[in-house]
C-alpha cells in the first residue's frame, strides 16, 4: 500500500512539474524532463543512444531542455515503465517490448527467430514500421505514447551453464530464460522450457540454478556481468531478439513547442541509426572478451542450424495467425517488416 500511495503522490507531483514546465516553455524557458529505463549504469543502450540523445538534445535548444535520467529501476521495474510514463510518473520511458507484450503485440515481429542477421537490419526495418500508421493506430497511439528512437538487437544466442548447445536435441528439457511472446513459442517447439523474466533478474536466477541457460545478446551477458554463470555459448545462431523503445507521454509530447519536438525526433534518428551500428560493431569483441572469461563457443554449421530455422518459420506463421485471430494485423504486420528487412538488407 506504501508503495501505491507513494507512486501516486509521485505522479501527481510529475504531473504538476511538467505542467508548469510546458507552460513555461511557451516563453522559451527550461522545460527539465524525467527519463526511466531500467538498464544498470554502463550498460551499452543508454551508453550508445539514451545518454548521447539527451546531450544533443540538450546541445542543440542551447540548454532550453535538459533532463533528469532514471536508470537501474530507480523509478520502477522494467515491466512497469510504460505505465508510469503514460501516467507522468516518467515523462520519457524506455519500453521493452516483450515486457508489454499484452499492450503491444505487435512489435514482436522484429523478435521473431531468424528474421534478420545483423542488428542494423532488424532496426532499421522495425523503425520505418513503427513510424507508420498501423502501429502508430494499434501500438503506440493507442497506449498514449509516442515513440522517439527504438534498438532491435542482433540476433540471441543461447548460453548454457553446464551443457554446450550445437542441435535441438542439446536443448530439451532445459530451463532458459525468454523475454516472452514469440520467444516462448519458439523456446517450447525446440523442447525447452521457457521462464519469462525481465533481463535484470537473470543473474540471480542464474547464480541460484533456477535457470540452466538463457537466449541473450552477446554485449549484455557482459553488461549484467553473467559470465561467470554460463559456460556454452553458440555462434551463428538466430534464436529471436528484443525491441527496445524509448517514448515520452502523449500528455507531454503535445505541449512541446514544435521546433522542441522536431529536434527531439531528428536526434531520435540519428540514434536509432547510430546504436544499430556499435551493436553490429561490438559483437565480435564481446565474444571474445566472453571467451577470455572462460565461455566455450561452438559455431553452428548450416545443417545444426535448418532445424531450428524450420521452427522460427512455424513461429512466424503461428504468432500472425494468432494475433489475426484476436483482430489485430499481425499477418499485415509480418508482411510489412519482411518487405522492410528486404529494402534494408540491400543496403
Known amino acids: 500500500m506504501k508503495k501505491v500511495l507513494g507512486m501516486l503522490v509521485l505522479a501527481a507531483v510529475a504531473s504538476t512539474t511538467c505542467a508548469a514546465g510546458m507552460a513555461l516553455a511557451q516563453d522559451g524557458k527550461k522545460i527539465n524532463l524525467r527519463v526511466a529505463d531500467s538498464f544498470p549504469t554502463g550498460h551499452f543502450i543508454p551508453k550508445y543512444s539514451t545518454l548521447p540523445w539527451m546531450e544533443q538534445v540538450t546541445k542543440r535548444t542551447n540548454g532550453q531542455v535538459t533532463f533528469e535520467y532514471f536508470p537501474a529501476q530507480q523509478l520502477g521495474k522494467a515491466p512497469d515503465l510504460l505505465n508510469l510514463t503514460q501516467s507522468g510518473v516518467a515523462d520519457i520511458g ?33 523503425w520505418k514500421l513503427a513510424k507508420g500508421e498501423t502501429m502508430n ?25 553446464n551443457k554446450e ?67 556454452f555459448g553458440t555462434k551463428g545462431g538466430n534464436f529471436g531478439s528484443f525491441v527496445a523503445s524509448y517514448v515520452v507521454g502523449d500528455a507531454v509530447w503535445k505541449k512541446l513547442p514544435k521546433n522542441i519536438q522536431t529536434i527531439m525526433l531528428e536526434e531520435g534518428e540519428k540514434a536509432t541509426a ?60 509480418l508482411k510489412g517488416f ?10
Open 165 to 231: 548447445v550445437r542441435t535441438t536435441d542439446d536443448v530439451k528439457g532445459l530451463k532458459l530464460r525468454s523475454t516472452g511472446g514469440a520467444m516462448d513459442i519458439f523456446t517450447r517447439k525446440i523442447g525447452a522450457i521457457p521462464v519469462r523474466m525481465a533481463a535484470p533478474e537473470v543473474r540471480e536466477s542464474l547464480s541460484r540454478g533456477t535457470l540452466d541457460g538463457l537466449i541473450f545478446p552477446n554485449e549484455s551477458v557482459l553488461s549484467y556481468d553473467l559470465q561467470s554463470f554460463v559456460k
Open 94 to 126: 524506455y519500453v521493452g517490448m516483450s515486457y508489454v507484450s499484452d499492450k503491444m503485440p505487435l512489435s514482436a515481429v522484429a523478435q521473431l527467430p531468424g528474421s534478420f542477421t545483423t542488428a542494423c537490419q532488424g532496426t532499421m526495418a522495425y
Open 274 to 333: 547510430h546504436i544499430c551500428k556499435e551493436i553490429d560493431t561490438n559483437i565480435e569483441k564481446a565474444q571474445q572478451q566472453l571467451a577470455a572469461a572462460g565461455v566455450k563457443y561452438h559455431t553452428m554449421t548450416p545443417a545444426e542450424r535448418k532445424p531450428f530455422e524450420d521452427v522460427s518459420d512455424e513461429v512466424a506463421k503461428e504468432w500472425a495467425d494468432g494475433l489475426d485471430k484476436r483482430g489485430k494485423p499481425g499477418s499485415q504486420v
Open 338 to 347: 519482411r518487405a522492410a528487412l528486404a529494402e534494408y538488407s540491400k543496403n
Open 137 to 161: 493506430k494499434n501500438e503506440f497511439g493507442a497506449n498514449k505514447v509516442k515513440p522517439l528512437f527504438a534498438i532491435v538487437l542482433e540476433p540471441y544466442q543461447i548460453y548454457t551453464a
